[in-house]
């Protein structure tokens, strides 16, 4: 029986395949260099330089070997398709929104709003004192009068917004402060002028006796005794389909709080002297002027003047009104 496995003849033995185990030997041999020139290993060969892996992006993949067991590479591009897209590069996203800097809002002022020493409807001293003030820096065209109505309103109003005030209207502590500082003390004559409009030369029916002598013309009143002027003030008349009646009259009845029954309307100071037509104040006439007309009454403006005369003038006293 021959050893098939002792070789020692030295042609080579064969395997139990048959085949000549000098011709396995090198086909393995032929195999193992036939894969490191392919570079499908991934490790390296003995005695071999390091060489750096060619990068996905440099050079295209070589075709994958059958003999190939290692894992595939962890790249982004070779993560399973069931993951989320991959998220932009920077050079590509949107830019990021520049952090604003808007101001925050200011919060609500707890301080108390300044006080309100006038407003529309007083009448006073310092109200007159206001319009004379305002007057002098060209805020109130005409003379005081005491009495705080639309016309001084709108002074006020004026005299704020140009100092950049708030715009009320009312004299508040503030307003009045600022006033008084840019402006001097008002005299006598400035606070209590004796009219608007110079006093018209006296009607010679107005000349002896104690007359109201009242001109449509200078539209002033004057308070003579004998001839003498004893006070006089701005008066208005009623519009051409109420007129005032010009003539000789007389003060045949007074009445300090007297309120019209024809038109529901305060005539306080009112001396009658032709029929319902009377001397009286009219807050109308102070607060707007010329701008409006009465009833047929002659309308005082100056509250503190017409008082005055209310207290001197006796029933009886001539009245004369012309032109």
């Not at 992006?57 to 790249?75: I, V, Y």
């Not at 709003?113 to 409807?121: A, S």
């Not at 002896?208 to 208005?236: E, F, P, Q």
């Not at 707007?288 to 209310?310: E, P, Q, T, W």
């Amino acid at each position: 029986m021959t050893d098939t496995h002792s070789g020692r003849d030295g042609r080579g033995a064969s395997d139990p395949g048959g085949k000549p185990r000098g011709r396995r030997v090198a086909a393995a041999s032929l195999v193992a260099l036939a894969a490191l020139a392919t570079g499908c290993e991934p490790g390296t060969a003995e005695g071999a330089q390091d060489v750096p892996p060619v990068r996905a992006t440099q050079a295209a993949a070589p075709t994958p070997s059958p003999f190939l067991t290692a894992p595939a590479p962890t790249t982004e591009d070779a993560k399973p398709s069931t993951a989320p897209p991959p998220s932009p590069s920077a050079s590509t996203a949107a830019p990021a929104p520049a952090p604003t800097t808007a101001r925050p809002a200011p919060e609500p002022s707890t301080a108390p709003p300044p006080r309100v020493l006038m407003r529309t409807g007083s009448e006073s001293d310092r109200v007159r004192e206001l319009q004379a003030r305002l007057r002098q820096i060209g805020h109130f065209g005409r003379n005081p009068t005491g009495y705080y109505g639309s016309v001084t309103a709108d002074a006020v109003r004026s005299f704020q917004a140009k100092r950049r005030l708030p715009v009320t209207g009312s004299t508040d502590a503030v307003t009045w402060q600022r006033l008084l500082a840019m402006t001097r003390v008002p005299t006598a004559a400035e606070l209590d002028p004796p009219t608007e409009r110079p006093v018209a030369t006296p009607d010679e029916r107005c000349l002896k006796g104690r007359v109201l002598c009242i001109s449509k013309k200078s539209r002033t009143l004057a308070w003579m005794n004998d001839g003498k002027v004893v006070s006089a003030m701005d008066v208005r008349f009623g519009s051409e389909y109420t007129p005032t009646r010009e003539g000789v009259f007389e003060v045949f009845w007074k009445s300090r709080d007297h309120v019209s029954t024809l038109y529901d309307t305060p005539m306080p100071y009112a001396l009658f002297f032709s029929g319902g037509q009377a001397v009286h104040y009219s807050a109308d006439f102070a607060a707007n002027g010329y701008g409006g007309a009465s009833h047929g009454c002659v309308n005082v403006r100056d509250k503190k003047k017409v008082a005055a005369l209310f207290d001197q003038v006796k029933t009886g006293d001539k009245v004369v009104v012309s032109w």
